[in-house]
Nanobody, 120 residues
Framework: VQLVESGGGLVQAGGSLRLSCTAS????????MGWYRQAPGKQRELVAA???????NYADSVKDRFTISRDNAKNTVYVQMNSLKPEDTAVYYC???????????????WGQGTQVTVSS
């Protein structure tokens, strides 16, 4: 399984970015997908996840600002990030996983990460 993220960059507070993650080597349409982030000195945390059927989950810190979506024809998952804050600064990682009892369960397959930096 290969996951390739893109779309990170430097943006001012209040701005927007859209991250993309393209998967190969897996039956994409049957997998749940998740976006995680890791800031310096902090643990990796789940930002958003989407099931194979399109059910979504978000961290409280990004609700109403981030939107996860998927295009099964392109084997790609996206996260649209609006109203970005300096505290959103982190490396963002894509993951392919599953759902169990309404919770996203990550696999050991991760992308290389893409840096998002939000300046104040």
């Amino acid at each position: 399984v290969q996951l390739v993220e893109s779309g990170g960059g430097l943006v001012q507070a209040g701005g927007s970015l859209r991250l993309s993650c393209t998967a190969s080597g897996t039956g994409f349409s049957i997998n749940a997908m998740g976006w995680y982030r890791q800031a310096p000195g902090k643990q990796r945390e789940l930002v958003a996840a989407i099931s194979s059927g399109g059910i979504t989950n978000y961290a409280d810190s990004v609700k109403d600002r981030f939107t996860i979506s998927r295009d099964n024809a392109k084997n790609t998952v996206y996260v649209q990030m609006n109203s970005l804050k300096p505290e959103d600064t982190a490396v963002y990682y894509c993951n392919v996983g599953g759902y169990y009892s309404g919770r996203y369960i990550p696999s050991d397959y991760w992308g290389q990460g893409t840096q998002v930096t939000v300046s104040s």
